[in-house]
């Protein structure tokens, strides 16, 4: 994705810390009369609070200029106890009567898209929190904490982060959990886990965001076909079989590109005299093809995490030009948000290895305390159990 601009403020600071680790971003407000309080003012507060200067690494006015505070690099001084591995992003206002203006609100997707791709942080509600949810403050204010809750800051940042990718929901909410179910429902019923489920749809999602006709994004202006017409000349044959496999164009739920599997699939779906962008034939077509990499299948059937599943199935099946440790990431929370919604309340953590990495160090000082399982086995976490203890714990770390 393209870089976000960012307005220099050149600001001198006292000594500053190198920050070893970098996995969440906290949001924040002003919180006094609403007003468009710049990076330079709020660093004349913290310098008068005698501190190093700007607690904040950015500072977002109402008219969407995102300004530098504290070195980027550098811990910052604005959530108590979770300075050492977090970002600190102020938005300018008092969220508690008045709302972010949608320039506001955009350059703050913008910003967390692109601090999550460039620090491989998951662009989740467990990595991206207000203020609130790390201590008891009313920070970030109502208002933007609500923009967090309903997914509206999540979902925009993701649209940055996967912009070149159609990974946008259909316009009928009910259509695209249809869609979702559909595809869940397809692999359970074919035998494999919550695991493996989640991570081949994860990396669906973020080759064609689970829309069978989806045309390859650069294709639609070099070809001159929307999704809809492609799908529809080739159906129709004006746009023949030849031109179909060799025209180097990502299509379908798994963006089938090289020229023998577009070549394989015009062949299923005219034999069971399908449109090329059914969802069925598709699905149909993706396990036959899945049955063919027995080897694969094998370890999807035995898969014991998420991220093992959509690791494995970015490399061995999918096999993008990026199979950097960012792209790794990105499809490994995309399978994550698939596992929370369909199977989350069916399979739990049952030792430490499993327990996510964000969580695992908390729960394992848990163990230790014997206040859960101390012998590293049998755990019988849900995920929002998890959360739970992740969420506690930061909260006693505060009040001690």
């Given at each position: 994705?393209?870089?976000?601009?960012?307005?220099?403020?050149?600001?001198?600071?006292?000594?500053?810390?190198?920050?070893?680790?970098?996995?969440?971003?906290?949001?924040?407000?002003?919180?006094?009369?609403?007003?468009?309080?710049?990076?330079?003012?709020?660093?004349?507060?913290?310098?008068?609070?005698?501190?190093?200067?700007?607690?904040?690494?950015?500072?977002?006015?109402?008219?969407?200029?995102?300004?530098?505070?504290?070195?980027?690099?550098?811990?910052?001084?604005?959530?108590?106890?979770?300075?050492?591995?977090?970002?600190?992003?102020?938005?300018?206002?008092?969220?508690?009567?008045?709302?972010?203006?949608?320039?506001?609100?955009?350059?703050?997707?913008?910003?967390?898209?692109?601090?999550?791709?460039?620090?491989?942080?998951?662009?989740?509600?467990?990595?991206?929190?207000?203020?609130?949810?790390?201590?008891?403050?009313?920070?970030?204010?109502?208002?933007?904490?609500?923009?967090?809750?309903?997914?509206?800051?999540?979902?925009?940042?993701?649209?940055?982060?996967?912009?070149?990718?159609k990974n946008e929901k259909p316009?009928?909410?009910?259509?695209?959990?249809?869609?979702?179910?559909?595809?869940?429902?397809?692999?359970?019923?074919?035998?494999?886990?919550?695991?493996?489920?989640?991570?081949?749809?994860?990396?669906?999602?973020?080759?064609?965001?689970?829309?069978?006709?989806?045309?390859?994004?650069?294709?639609?202006?070099?070809?001159?076909?929307?999704?809809?017409?492609?799908?529809?000349?080739?159906?129709?044959?004006?746009?023949?079989?030849?031109?179909?496999?060799?025209?180097?164009?990502?299509?379908?739920?798994?963006?089938?590109?090289?020229?023998?599997?577009?070549?394989?699939?015009?062949?299923?779906?005219?034999?069971?005299?399908?449109?090329?962008?059914?969802?069925?034939?598709?699905?149909?077509?993706?396990?036959?093809?899945?049955?063919?990499h027995s080897a694969l299948l094998?370890?999807?059937?035995?898969?014991?995490?998420?991220?093992?599943?959509?690791?494995?199935?970015?490399?061995?099946?999918?096999?993008?030009?990026?199979?950097?440790?960012?792209?790794?990431?990105?499809?490994?929370?995309?399978?994550?948000?698939?596992?929370?919604?369909?199977?989350?309340?069916?399979?739990?953590?049952?030792?430490?290895?499993?327990?996510?990495?964000?969580?695992?160090?908390?729960?394992?000082?848990?163990?230790?305390?014997?206040?859960?399982?101390?012998?590293?086995?049998?755990?019988?976490?849900?995920?929002?159990?998890?959360?739970?203890?992740?969420?506690?714990?930061?909260?006693?770390?505060?009040?001690?």
């Amino acid at each position: 994705m393209e870089r976000v601009k960012i307005r220099e403020t050149n600001l001198d600071f006292g000594s500053l810390t190198n920050r070893a680790t970098t996995d969440m971003i906290v949001l924040h407000h002003t919180g006094e009369n609403d007003i468009d309080v710049s990076a330079e003012q709020i660093h004349g507060w913290h310098l008068n609070q005698e501190w190093a200067g700007i607690g904040y690494h950015f500072v977002i006015r109402k008219d969407g200029t995102i300004e530098r505070g504290r070195p980027e690099w550098a811990v910052g001084s604005h959530a108590y106890g979770e300075n050492s591995h977090t970002l600190g992003i102020h938005i300018s206002g008092d969220f508690e009567q008045a709302k972010p203006t949608e320039n506001q609100i955009d350059s703050c997707a913008a910003l967390i898209a692109d601090l999550c791709e460039r620090y491989s942080i998951s662009c989740d509600r467990a990595h991206i929190v207000g203020h609130g949810e790390l201590m008891p403050t009313a920070c970030p204010g109502k208002n933007l904490q609500a923009l967090l809750n309903n997914g509206v800051l999540i979902d925009r940042a993701k649209s940055y982060i996967y912009g070149t990718v159609k990974n946008e929901k259909p316009p009928e909410e009910k259509l695209w959990n249809d869609i979702q179910e559909k595809i869940w429902n397809f692999f359970k019923n074919k035998g494999l886990n919550n695991y493996a489920i989640a991570g081949i749809m994860g990396n669906l999602y973020a080759e064609s965001g689970l829309i069978p006709t989806n045309l390859q994004n650069n294709f639609e202006s070099t070809l001159g076909m929307t999704d809809e017409k492609y799908t529809q000349s080739v159906d129709n044959g004006s746009y023949g079989k030849e031109e179909f496999m060799y025209d180097s164009a990502g299509y379908g739920l798994a963006q089938w590109t090289y020229y023998a599997r577009k070549a394989a699939l015009y062949t299923f779906a005219k034999g069971k005299g399908k449109s090329i962008g059914d969802l069925d034939t598709q699905l149909e077509f993706l396990w036959s093809e899945l049955e063919e990499h027995s080897a694969l299948l094998a370890e999807l059937k035995n898969a014991e995490s998420v991220r093992e599943v959509s690791t494995l199935f970015l490399l061995d099946f999918e096999r993008p030009a990026d199979q950097s440790e960012g792209q790794r990431a990105k499809r490994a929370g995309y399978s994550q948000e698939f596992f929370d919604k369909f199977g989350g309340s069916e399979m739990r953590y049952n030792n430490l290895d499993e327990v996510p990495d964000w969580a695992k160090d908390t729960v394992k000082k848990w163990q230790e305390l014997k206040i859960i399982n101390g012998d590293g086995a049998n755990l019988d976490l849900s995920a929002d159990m998890v959360r739970l203890i992740v969420m506690f714990e930061r909260r006693m770390r505060v009040s001690i």
